[in-house]
């Protein structure tokens, strides 16, 4: 059956507080109306207003919220209406969500998933289509998911929902509408594992989220030019798995990372660094990055050129190739 | 209400213009006209209006994502506006703002901001500046009622308050935050409620008579342009579309539209200044019409106007290019 990215983490929502009932959903308009994405449509109507509500506009209070909630017996799902919208409740996250399980000496356990529509291409501007993922993979303490298919939105929303750990959930907002053939609900890789989604020969795109759709297309494109690239799909920016980075570069000797956020200090300067550490003799090309400028979010008539897209990626390849 | 002829035209222009800029922005972006989201002000005119009209050419004010009625309450040229909502050169920002960021610093318009609750502490920052440099200007942050839930509500009035800080907080309460009624989410009763502990004078004012708005603005620019107190106004409103252009607007129950259009700020300015005869409806109706013009020849122009050249991407993010 056909289903939307969309559709998948409604699923996995639904189920997940189905299953549990301590499972609870709140943030700024997901009750009544849904979400402005409609991620939590019909959850208030199924579960109630004790289990899904809306909160006033206090993304701080929300989250910290959520804290004191999880450390005695619930699971709180919240969700920040879009990206930028996240950073009034950076100072909870950074400093409390991180940080208690450390602090307690691992006696609070802080079961948060935080959900973010996260990235562009949507022609919303700055605040409405960032990419601050790195900020929080920085972060000791808070596992990040970005899926990039809707059998990975259902399976890792379910994963993060049931994980001890708080996880900041960053959903590829202009993918929200891919379709894909599958059967909810789904199990997909655990936490750390990175897939393969295209193997190929020729170099390998490394991508989470927005980007994996994206280089598909590339891989495709790239056909033409006789090129075989390999796609991996990181799917879990931490837990980070660099065995499977590591093994692809092995084979393919060319790494190129892509994301959607920019280029400088980003979550590429990491794969980079990963794999110069562990497979620098099997690299025939310096790791290439290519992402958002350094610059902030552009206005919808600039994104175009502001986000990755086939012929940049194709460009790296070239670049790669010809080193 | 004394005012003479002239003054009521201007208000009467204004409103006017916001009215027919949201109307057609409105019908451009359900016609996959404009890109990204656009906040519709219809419905609040006469805050925009009432209180900008008050402020001298060196206040400032500070916006939302909602800014067309600020901005064009505050004269930012109508082909700037549609310049910026079609991402043309033209635009007030160039087309790199869009529509919920129009920046003219040369109007005292600090800026629409994204971001709920952005521009308060910025607004009472510049007013401390003036304060600090023996100036007597003003800082006028508008916001909404979902705004007071955030800290930076609650950070800017005590900075206000402890500093003297001449701001003047104008909550435009309008019954909705996106689709959460005020009814659930504004626990204090009212945003003028809120002021009180932090020792913030605080009146509210039907936001739907400009002439009250006029007068009630009048009295807290003055106060705290003269003892540099900060202030607040809520001015009662209600935004007749939806959160943005495209919102559903299922939560709002029927009727509520239609009674609050009832009180509608044109209407009323209209029946206010015919029935004493101080303006015809003659008068009123040239005016309006030379808005819609105006605003229709904005429109167009801008859809002829340039492209920014995507090298802007890389300009003015830091003083110096690297
Ligand atoms: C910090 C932050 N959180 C969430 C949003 C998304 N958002 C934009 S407008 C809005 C509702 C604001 O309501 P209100 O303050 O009453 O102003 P109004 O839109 O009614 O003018 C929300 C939730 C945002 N822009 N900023
Ligand atoms: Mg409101």
Redesign the interface.
């Known amino acids: 059956m056909a289903i939307t990215m969309a559709q998948a983490l409604n699923t996995a929502l639904h189920d997940a507080m189905a299953e549990d009932d301590k499972v609870v959903m709140f943030g700024e308009d997901v009750g009544i109306l849904g979400g402005v994405f409609r991620i939590t449509d019909k959850l208030q109507e199924r579960f109630g207003e004790g289990r899904c509500f809306d909160t006033p506009l206090a993304e701080s209070g929300i989250v910290g919220t959520a804290i004191g909630m999880a450390m005695y017996g619930y699971k709180p799902v919240v969700e920040m209406q879009f990206d930028g919208f996240t950073y009034p409740a950076f100072e909870q996250i950074v400093s409390h969500l991180a940080k208690m399980r450390n602090r307690s000496r691992g006696t609070v356990q802080l079961p948060v998933v935080v959900r973010i529509p996260f990235g562009g291409g949507i022609g919303a501007v700055e605040h409405h289509s960032e990419s601050p993922e790195n900020y929080f993979a920085h972060v000791a303490g808070l596992k990040v998911v970005s899926p990039g298919t809707p059998s990975d939105g259902y399976s890792l929303l379910r994963e993060s929902i049931s994980s001890a750990d708080p996880v900041l959930f960053f959903e590829p907002k202009r993918r929200y509408w891919l379709k894909e053939d599958a059967d909810l609900p789904v199990r997909t890789e655990p936490f750390g594992r990175a897939v393969v989604r295209r193997a190929g020969t020729t170099a390998t795109l490394f991508a989470y989220g927005p980007m994996v759709r994206t280089c598909m297309e590339t891989a495709s494109a790239a056909e033409d030019e006789g090129w075989d690239l390999e796609v991996v799909d990181l799917r879990t920016l931490n837990p980070f798995d660099s065995a499977t980075v590591v093994e692809s570069v092995k084979k393919t000797g060319r790494a190129i990372v892509v994301h959607e956020a920019q280029v400088f200090s980003g979550f590429g300067a990491e794969v980079a660094a990963q794999v110069a550490e562990r497979a620098f003799y099997h690299l025939e090309a310096p790791v290439l990055r290519v992402g958002g400028f350094d610059i902030p979010y552009p206005a919808a008539k600039l994104e175009e050129f502001f986000l990755p897209d086939v012929d940049r990626i194709l460009d790296a390849v070239q670049r790669s190739l010809s080193f | 209400m004394i005012e003479d002829r002239d003054t009521l035209l201007g208000l009467w222009q204004r409103m006017t213009r916001i009215r027919r800029f949201e109307e057609r922005a409105s019908t451009d972006k359900e016609a996959d006209l404009l ?3 656009i906040h519709n002000y219809s419905g609040q005119e006469a805050i925009a209006t009432g209180i900008i009209t008050q402020l001298r050419a060196d206040d400032w004010i500070t916006s939302t994502y909602r800014n067309h009625g600020h901005s064009i309450a505050r004269d930012v040229p109508l082909e700037a506006m549609t310049g910026e909502l079609l ?1 043309r050169t033209t635009g007030v ?1 160039g ?4 529509s ?2 129009a920046v003219d610093q040369d109007l005292g318009m600090i800026g629409g901001m ?3 609750a952005g521009g308060m502490p910025i607004a009472a920052g510049a007013a401390l500046a003036a304060r600090r440099r023996g100036q007597d200007r003003v800082a006028v942050t508008f916001f909404g009622d ?2 007071v ?4 509500f609650h950070e800017s009035m005590t900075f206000a308050a402890l500093f003297n800080c001449p701001v003047i907080f104008v909550c435009e309460n309008n019954l909705y ?4 009624a005020v009814d ?2 504004l ?1 204090a009763g009212s945003v003028i409620a809120m002021a009180e502990p932090y020792g913030v004078h605080a009146t509210q004012v039907d936001g739907m008579d400009v002439f009250a708005v006029r007068d009630a603005a009048e009295q807290l620019i003055a106060r705290a342009r003269y003892t540099g107190r900060p202030a607040l106004l809520e001015a009662m409103t209600y935004r007749y579309g939806g959160q943005y252009e495209g919102d559903t607007q ?2 709002k129950p029927p009727q509520e539209v239609a009674q609050w259009r009832a009180r509608d700020p044109l209407l009323t300015f209209r029946r206010r200044v015919t029935e004493p005869g101080l303006l015809t409806h003659g008068d009123l109706d040239e005016v309006a019409e030379r808005s819609r013009v105006e605003v229709a020849d904005a429109f167009a122009a801008a859809a002829l106007a340039p ?2 050249d ?1 090298s ?3 300009t003015d ?1 830091y003083t110096e290019i690297s």
């Open positions: 890109e990204g989201y991402g920002c087309g790199k703002g869009g919920m960021h994204g971001i709920v979902g705004a839930h955030q800290g930076a935050a996106e689709t959460t659930y989410h626990i299922t939560y492209w920014p995507p802007v991407l890389l993010v």
